[in-house]
């Protein structure tokens, strides 16, 4: 099989790490853990939870991150690059996304902020990444001259397999079963910031059941946030995989 680099582009607070288990799963992948958080950080001098350790751990030379994940697999096998869409700031490039496969993961708006402020309480709309989220999209359609794969979450939950054969497929890949389940606790290639946001990830053994329907209902600042993102995550809605 031929190299294979995949970048799956999500917001915070969505399925991208139970996702990247999935695909870590396999015996022909490796995976990375938001390869740019660290650049991120260093060019905004945001104050995340473990920013030092994040800062430590990461390249903050966001060429260089990209250079590598332009670069094929070393083993020939299967890169799986879980990225967050809010970390591309717009003075990253996007020429080395040209020699990827690409996935956007997508999630309502409410759920996202209702989960993100049990981990961090401040949250604007820049930190959710929607509309990140469709910039890159529309950068990747442009590029490449075809709509990329993208997943709605939710959908996701109700029929992970049929998904999983249907993405494995899209980026010619054999589905395999080990996608679906995986032992539980840390791993190795878990970014320095998993001991903040990973817990629940830890605790699993696969994907959760199907979520319930979205409550909209929110307190008034972040009602604000989720009506700003709503007309971008729409826009994604629209191009959405069905099975």
Known sequence: MAAINIAMWSGPRNLSTAMMRAFENRPDTTVWDEPFYAAYLWHTGLDHPMRDAVMAAGETDWRRVAARCASAPADGGVCYQKHMTHHMLRDFGTDWMVALEHGFLLRHPARVLRSYVAKREQVALADIGVVQQWELFCAVRDRL????????SDDFL?????YLERMCTRWGLAFSERMLSWPSGARASDGAWAPHWYGSVWQT????????PVDER???ALQRVC???MPYYDK???EKLTV
């Open 236 to 238: 994604l809605a629209r």
């Open 158 to 162: 109700i029929e992970p397999r049929a």
């Open 145 to 152: 001259g075809t709509a990329p794969l993208v997943v709605d």
């Open 218 to 220: 929110l307190p008034d």
């Open 205 to 212: 053994t696969g994907f959760g059941a199907p979520r319930p």
């Open 227 to 229: 009506d700003e993102a």
